[in-house]
């Protein structure tokens, strides 16, 4: 059984979108949020992005899930599995074989704030599990999931490292939100990448196909197709620089020369400078020692922890 709840309109993702450029493209540095990758065509990229030989993270969380998915699950006990940010196919079914196997699962509920991709995976999985109540909510990491009735264990799921493209204080502020929407026998599911060697952190970002390249640039047609504005994706160099006090990669577009932009659907225009930086997304990695508390500081307590030999992912149980 498949139903589709709109917590976002496509209107108020519009709106979201001029304020974002409107604030972003202003400020010193420019920045743009990164949830404005993710139109089909960034959704694409970000798909063959998993699958380079440099992009370890998807890899390596996949391995972690098939050795540890059954214990996680036990772990869990939990009735409904909410996914924040639907998945790649694969995590997803992972998750809810193992959760049916062990027993209790009887709801999925997705949240993402693409409608089409997120109605799309949902109807996959509604028809491969029958049984199975599926509530897909398109909603942004502005809206947390309903609080739910004690009895009830929910598994929160978070992979993919997608924690990491928020500041530690803006963590802060979406995991206590989080925290308070959980009763006592939910638990969420987190899936951070580690601290590591700057040159395979920069790697991962910055692919010699250039497929990075592109999803970083992507941004920028977006904003051409939905605010009618017209940057030159290609007169933007991708920068992926490792930042070794903030601990995060930091992700960038910079201007080889002076560029003049008009952005006529929210009514204005924007200069670069030559050489001059937009910064589009950042990707933090994690420390155990920091995870904890950092989950500590939002009310968690960790009780479990998997990582794979290299140290290079980890996946994190914890509960209010
Ligand atoms: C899966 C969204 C967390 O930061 O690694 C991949 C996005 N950006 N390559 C990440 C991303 C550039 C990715 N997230």
Known sequence: MLRV?????PDDLDKALRSDVQLGLRSEPKQLPPKW???DRGSALFERITELDDYYLSRVEREL???HVTEIARAAQA?????????AAVKTRMLLDAL???GSLRRYTPLDVSGPFLERAAAGIAEDYPDLDVRAVVADFDHTPHPTPASEARLLALLGS????QTPQQRHAFLSRLRGVMGPTDQVLLGLDLVKSPERLVRAYDDPDGVTAEFNRNVLRVVNRELEANFVPEEFTHVARWNPVAEWVDIRLRA????????PAVDMSVDFAAGEELCTEISAKFRPEGIRTELAGSGF????WWTDPDGDFALVLARP
């Open 301 to 304: 307590s960790v009780t479990g």
């Open 5 to 9: 709840e709109y917590r976002v309109t």
């Open 256 to 263: 080889h020369r002076p560029q003049h932009v008009t952005i």
């Open 79 to 87: 009735v409904e599995l909410v996914e924040l940010g639907a998945g």
């Open 65 to 67: 899930l098939r050795h």
């Open 162 to 165: 997608t924690l990491g493209n």
């Open 100 to 102: 049916s196997g062990s």
């Open 37 to 39: 990758f993710y139109d």
